[in-house]
């Protein structure tokens, strides 16, 4: 049966027919040009409490903190922050094989933009 699985996957992707799904983790790996690590999901909700919250907040969870973030700012100034702190960063070898595939659509719940 689960060669069955794998040929049917395969077919899939040979047709373009399956949605790649990117959730945490997707990043892990990325650097900037000064060999800086991409910050994971508790990393960034520390570097959000550290700059819209305070302390307190930076073991939250992610969607936690950058839902209060957003009402102790605003949007627009807490997506400038993502922005500033994520522009640096260079796609992996990982991230540069996701376009050479033919996806019939991409989903991701990433803040970055390695793969745009």
Not at 15 to 34: E, P, Q
Not at 35 to 58: C, N, R
Not at 67 to 96: A, M
Request: glycine content about 8%; proline content about 3%.
């Amino acid at each position: 049966m689960f060669t069955r699985v794998n040929e049917e996957l395969l077919d899939l992707a040979r047709n373009g027919r399956l949605v790649l799904f990117l959730g945490a983790g997707a990043s892990i790996g990325a650097t900037d040009a000064k060999g800086s690590v991409i910050p994971d999901g508790k990393g960034l909700a520390a570097l959000l409490a550290k700059k819209f919250l305070s302390a307190a907040y930076e073991s939250t969870d992610l969607k936690v903190v950058y839902d209060l973030s957003c009402s102790n700012s605003s949007v627009r100034e807490v997506q400038k922050y993502l922005y500033e702190i994520f522009e640096g960063f260079e796609p992996t070898t990982s991230h540069l094989l996701v376009p050479k595939f033919p996806w019939a659509g991409l989903a991701t719940t990433n803040y970055d933009l390695l793969i745009e």
